[in-house]
């Protein structure tokens, strides 16, 4: 079964960022849209960011000029660089297909912004 391995989180200032990675095991991921997805304590999981199997990129209005998703289709890896990161960041983060797949949510990566 394909999964997903999130890394990379951890505790920064505001201002400050990180740089987040997802492993998967499919094995035709490069021909997948994939998506980071994020679920902060008491809201509901929401799209932060996606890529095409192409390489073309789209972003939450909450992120975008700030955050960036590329891949890495010879690793079957995702990444995610977010910069001036604001508290309002503080979330788990996950990767996933986009649309997503339910069954395939890993464990995330805990992203906390705080002074």
């Known amino acids: 079964q394909v999964q997903f391995v999130e890394s990379g989180g951890g505790l920064v200032q505001p201002g400050g960022s990180l740089r987040l990675s997802c492993a998967t095991s499919?094995?035709?991921?490069?021909?997948?849209?994939m998506a980071w997805y994020r679920q902060a304590p008491g809201k509901q999981r929401e799209r932060v960011a996606m890529?095409?199997?192409?390489?073309?990129?789209d972003y939450a209005e909450s992120v975008k000029g700030r955050f960036t998703i590329s891949r890495d289709n010879a690793k079957n890896m995702v990444y995610l660089r977010m910069n001036s990161l604001e508290s309002e960041d503080t979330a788990v983060y996950y990767c996933?297909?986009?649309?997503?797949?339910?069954?395939?949510w890993g464990q995330g990566t805990q992203v906390t912004v705080s002074s």
């Open positions: 499919a094995s035709t991921f490069s021909t997948y849209f």
């Open positions: 890529i095409t199997s192409g390489g073309s990129t």
């Open positions: 996933n297909y986009y649309p997503y797949l339910a069954n395939y």
